[in-house]
């Protein structure tokens, strides 16, 4: 029986993808496989022809093959020939014979609006490609140390703790991890807590959504700052209790706007977003005397108090909590990266052990060899020489920054008083942040526009931020320039 033959022209790499061209090879040929484009017994081009046809060395070709051959997708049949092997790993999809059918189904009705409670902050994938990125929350590569994370991984892959970390956590923790943050992490806020009394999250929103699970029903009261992140705005709605914003200024939450009768109130001290307003320790002592006065409890997402450059940053509100009212809230993210998605969540032993019930239902726990992996890293010291690496380019980002909007005119609403990552900027009146974000794109520069924080705001929002975090100090002063001009031009 004649057997069909796979084209070449089923190929295809790209040389500026960033990923090996063996590896583009291999993944074209298994997609094909799982998509019934290259059925079982096709025979495949010869290494020799598909390398001419791809431009590729005939090496290449050949130890794309070969690993393929090796995980049981194709086999040899000669000394350069290949087919599609008989029985794939994994059989081609029935998709294609599966008739498509109109859905009489009323998904309006049916869901839950989520989408509809918040408005993203949204941040380009391609920021990178602009000149001037001032864009918050994303990390510059250039400060991070790379060898000593893939150190960590290959570390994390050794076989005892693979042995370990392969097996189901259920709803347990990485103990190494959770050892850095009682022992290390914690202190240095002021904090302190036994094992039993943290859970490993996937990242600080993961540890919010779960507390407001937790804590929050119709029926019951919270209240966070105006302005909040929209992501936990959504989260406090969705949970059907009533929500009152208080209103901050320069010092953060003001105390003596909160209402009565509440459950619990959502704070960002350290660092409020998005304005970076600091809590001084006076507004901090006043805010546990009301959760006390008013039996609530407090949430506290305490972030970025690792970019402490101009001042030591104060101590955590939990530290100073003397009533076990705040629930502590941190994360890796901000500090490592933030595709890394880890954060820790502290409290007292029974709201951690529903907490660990809960995280189980949706995700069991964060991946195992990713918690390794971060808690080798902390514990040799990378950590700490990155934060070190991090502080002392940003304090020279910031300078620069500070001096740039100064010497253009620009109004500083908000900065951290300790360092931080970002300026919060207030426009002339009138001014829609949103276009002028736009605009900027086609000069090259990105900020961030406030407007998501101003949840249900009928004017245009005149307030943005920029962050020097993810843009060189050579290219600070230009995108400033850039910036002002634009605004020139709108007013």
């Not at 998709?95 to 989408?115: E, F, I, M, T, Y």
């Not at 700052?225 to 989260?235: I, K, Q």
């Not at 307030?463 to 020097?468: D, G, K, N, T, V």
Request: glycine share 8%; hydrophobic share 45%.
């Amino acid at each position: 029986m004649m057997r069909s033959a796979v084209s070449e022209a089923m190929f295809f790499v790209e040389r500026e993808a960033g990923k090996g061209l063996q590896a583009q090879i291999r993944e074209a040929l298994v997609s094909a496989i799982l998509s019934g484009r290259a059925p079982a017994g096709a025979r495949l081009p010869s290494t020799r022809r598909l390398a001419a046809y791809l431009k590729v060395s005939r090496i290449t070709v050949t130890i794309a093959y070969q690993e393929l051959a090796s995980q049981g997708f194709v086999s040899a049949t000669g000394r350069s020939a290949y087919r599609i092997a008989d029985a794939p790993p994994v059989g081609p999809s029935e998709q294609s014979n599966c008739l498509q059918s109109q859905s009489s189904v009323d998904w309006n009705a049916r869901l839950r609006p989520v989408a509809v409670h918040s408005k993203p902050v949204r941040k380009p994938l391609d920021w990178r490609r602009y000149p001037y990125p001032f864009i918050y929350g994303q990390m510059d590569h250039t400060l991070f140390d790379l060898a000593g994370w893939r150190d960590c991984a290959r570390r994390a892959l050794a076989k005892e703790d693979f042995v370990m970390l392969a097996g189901d956590f259920a709803a347990a923790d990485d103990m190494q991890l959770v050892d850095y943050i009682v022992s290390r992490t914690l202190p240095g806020r002021g904090i302190r807590a036994r094992h039993e009394e943290v859970l490993v999250t996937v990242g600080a929103q993961n540890a919010l959504w779960i507390v407001i699970q937790l804590l929050l029903h119709k029926g019951s009261h919270a209240a966070c700052e105006e302005l909040c992140h929209p992501d936990l705005g959504a989260a406090l709605i969705l949970s059907g209790a009533k929500v009152t914003p208080v209103a901050i200024d320069r010092e953060g939450l003001r105390p003596e706007c909160l209402p009565g009768e509440l459950d619990a109130v959502f704070v960002t001290p350290s660092h409020h977003a998005p304005t970076a307003a600091t809590m001084p320790m006076a507004r901090r002592q006043q805010l546990l005397e009301a959760a006390n006065r008013q039996d609530f409890l407090i949430v506290e997402d305490d972030y970025e108090f690792e970019m402490s450059f101009l001042r030591p940053p104060s101590p955590a509100l939990k530290s100073i909590d003397t009533e076990g009212r705040v629930i502590y809230v941190g994360s890796f993210s901000k500090s490592l990266f933030p595709g890394l998605r880890l954060g820790y969540l502290v409290a007292p032993a029974p709201l951690i052990r529903e907490a660990r019930a809960l995280r189980a239902l949706m995700l069991r726990h964060p991946p195992g060899h990713l918690q390794r992996t971060a808690a080798y890293f902390l514990a040799l010291g990378h950590y700490d020489a990155v934060i070190r690496r991090m502080r002392l380019e940003y304090q020279k980002r910031h300078a620069l920054t500070a001096a740039a909007l100064q010497a253009e005119g620009l109004r500083i609403a908000g900065a951290s008083d300790f360092g931080g990552t970002s300026f919060w900027i207030e426009g002339p009146a009138g001014l829609d942040a949103d276009q002028l974000a736009e605009e900027l794109r086609g000069d090259g520069v990105l900020v961030e526009s406030g407007s998501p924080f101003f949840v249900g705001a009928a004017q245009p929002c005149r307030y943005f931020r920029i962050a020097y975090s993810s843009i060189s100090a050579d290219r600070i002063e230009e995108g400033v320039r850039r910036i002002a001009s634009r605004l020139r031009a709108v007013a």
